[in-house]
């Protein structure tokens, strides 16, 4: 007796990758900073010593799979892998909120419906300074950097305190050359 097996083929879903293209920096008082384009530098501030501050590192824009955030100290060390992702239907009656932890975005990334419901997605870890700003905090840096795929690399942007420091004890002499003024600290 001979039998015959058919071979059923399925064509395999193949969901895009969309990488996330420019980071947002704000501050908890929603101040964008300044970038300089030719270092990719971003300068935050300025801020008063003894202050305590959050930074926030955005993207807005669809991408697919949702990207992970990460804030990095000088040294190349993460400080701050935690991010919530938010949804926004077109109309913005109504916003989702998904933090990190949850295990919610295995299921973004699979599905295509959130991304064709949903018009405004919103990728965003907040850096927040847990020590108020010293004066060897000036022009201190911090990197955030951005990935939803190995196969592109990771967008980032450096960030760079700027502060406003208290005044030391300075002695001020004058000298005999008229607007001519010397601050020793």
């Known amino acids: 007796m001979s039998s015959r097996f058919s071979t059923i083929s399925y064509p395999k879903l193949f969901l895009p990758s969309v990488p996330p293209t420019k980071l947002s920096i704000s501050d908890m008082n929603g101040k964008e900073c300044i970038t300089n384009s030719s270092h990719k530098i971003c300068l935050v501030g300025p801020y008063l010593e003894g202050q305590l501050i959050e930074l926030i590192c955005e993207i807005r824009q669809m991408v697919k799979p949702v990207p992970k955030i ?8 993460i400080i701050d892998e935690s991010f919530e992702t938010i ?11 998904y933090p990190s932890t949850r295990k919610h975005h295995s299921h973004f990334n699979n599905t ?3 991304f064709n419901e949903r018009k405004k997605m919103l990728i965003r870890n907040r850096l927040k300074l847990n020590q108020t700003l010293v004066r060897g905090d000036f022009s201190r840096r911090f990197r955030c950097t951005a990935t939803n ?16 420091c208290k005044y030391e004890h300075s002695k001020f002499y004058l000298t005999k050359t ?5 601050i020793i600290i």
Request: aromatic share 14%.
């Open 70 to 77: 990460y804030w990095f100290d000088d040294d190349g060390q």
């Open 87 to 97: 949804f926004i239907d077109s109309d913005h009656s109504k916003r989702y909120k």
């Open 112 to 114: 295509e419906n959130i």
């Open 149 to 164: 795929t190995n196969l592109v690399k990771p967008i980032e942007v450096t960030v760079q305190l700027d502060m406003i």
């Open 178 to 182: 008229p607007f001519l003024m010397l």
